[in-house]
C-alpha cells in the first residue's frame, strides 16, 4: 500500500509542478511540449528528468528542435560600477580623455582589473564578451607609460608594453581603440601583422613606438631577426589567452616569453623592474596549462572576473534544430534568406575551413552575397573581408572560429 502512495504521490507532485509551472516562462520550449521545462519547476527524486533532445538518435527525430532561453525576461547587465575611473586609480590626463568618447563609469571588469594592474601584479582577467576587457588593460599600460616615458631613453623599435593577439583582425581592431586614445595623450601605437614579414625583414620599420599592439607569429619573426628590440618591454599582454595557451599556440608563446623578465610583481618605478604580465580572454580553464610556468610563476597569478563569465548569455536564445545530412544546406538558405530579408546581419560559424568555404559559395550561388575568413586564407584574400561585414556593405559572414575571438561586430 505504501508502494502504491508513494506512486502515486510522486505522479501527482509532478503533474501539480508542471501545471504551477507552465504559468511561468518556458527556460527550454521545444517542438514536443511535454518535454518543454519551466521557470521554477520542480522534480521528482524518483523520476528521471526528460532531456529536451530525447531520442535525437533515432532516424525519425530529423526536424525536431528545442530553444534555450536563459534568463529571457530579464535585461543584461552590463556592471556598470557606482565607482569613478578616479576611484579605481585611473589618472586624471586619461580620465579626460574617456569621458570625452563618453566613458563616465567603468564596468565591473573594469573596476577590478585596474588596480591589480596598477599595483603590478600578473593578473587574468575573464569576463563575458563586450564588457571592456579591451579598456580594462589598456588604460593601466597607457598610465605606467606615461609615468614611465619622461624619464627613459627613447629608442626605435623598442616598445615599453606589447599586446599579442592570435589573428590580424584582433590586433587591427585593439589596435584602432589603443589608438584612439594615445594620439590625445602623446603615447605612440604601432600595429603590426603579419602579411608582408619577409618584405619587413629587407626593409625594416624603424620608429619610436611605446605600445605595440601586434599577431604572435608577425612579433616572434621580427624579435628573432633583432629587428624588434625586448629589453625595455615592461608589460605583456595576451589578449585571447585561452587560445595562445592552447595546444596550437603555446610551443611559440612559451619560446617567447622565456625571453622575458617576468616578476612575480613589477616595481612600478622609474625605471621600472621586470616585466608584468597580463592574460585577457572571455573564457578560462579553472587550471592554466602546466607549461605556462616555463616563463610565470602560476602562484603570481591575480585572477579577476565577473560573476557573468561561462554563463549563457541572457538576451540570446539558443536554438538547436536536428538535421539529416543532406538538409543542413536547404534550411540554412531558409534561415539565412530570413535575417537578410529583415536586415538582420548574420554569421555563421564551421568547424572545418572547408565546410566554411562551401557556406560562402553555396550561399552567393543561391543569390545570398556573403563573405568568408578563415586561418587558412590567404593574406591578400582576407583583407577587408570582416570589415564589409561589419560597415554593412555585406550582411552574411561565413567563418571559423578566428572571428569568435574578440572581435568587436557591432555596427555604428
Known sequence: MSKLRQIFNTSYCRYYSVQQA?????????????????????????????LASKGWLHPKSKNDHFTIYYEANKKEKIGVYKKSFEEVGVCNELREVIIAQGFEQPTAIQARAIPAILEGYNTVVTAETGCGKTFAYLLPIFQHILEWKPNLNEEFNSPLAVVLTPSRELATQIGQVAESIAQNININVTTLVGGHTKQKMLNPPIEYCDLLVTTLGAYSKLVTTGILKIHNVHHVVLDEADTLLDDSFIGKVGNLLKKFSIHHKVQIQVPPVGCQLTLVSATMPHELPESVSSFVDPQSLRTVATSNIHKLLPHVPQKFIRLGKAQKPVELLKLVQADVNSKRPVMIFSNKTSTCDFVSMFLNENNVECVNINGQMAVALKLGKFEMFKNGTVNVLSCTDIASRGLDTTRG
Open 22 to 50: 507552465k504559468k511561468k516562462l518556458p527556460i527550454i520550449s521545444c517542438k514536443h511540449p511535454e518535454l518543454n521545462h519551466y521557470e521554477g519547476q520542480t522534480y521528482s527524486k524518483f523520476e528521471g528528468i526528460k
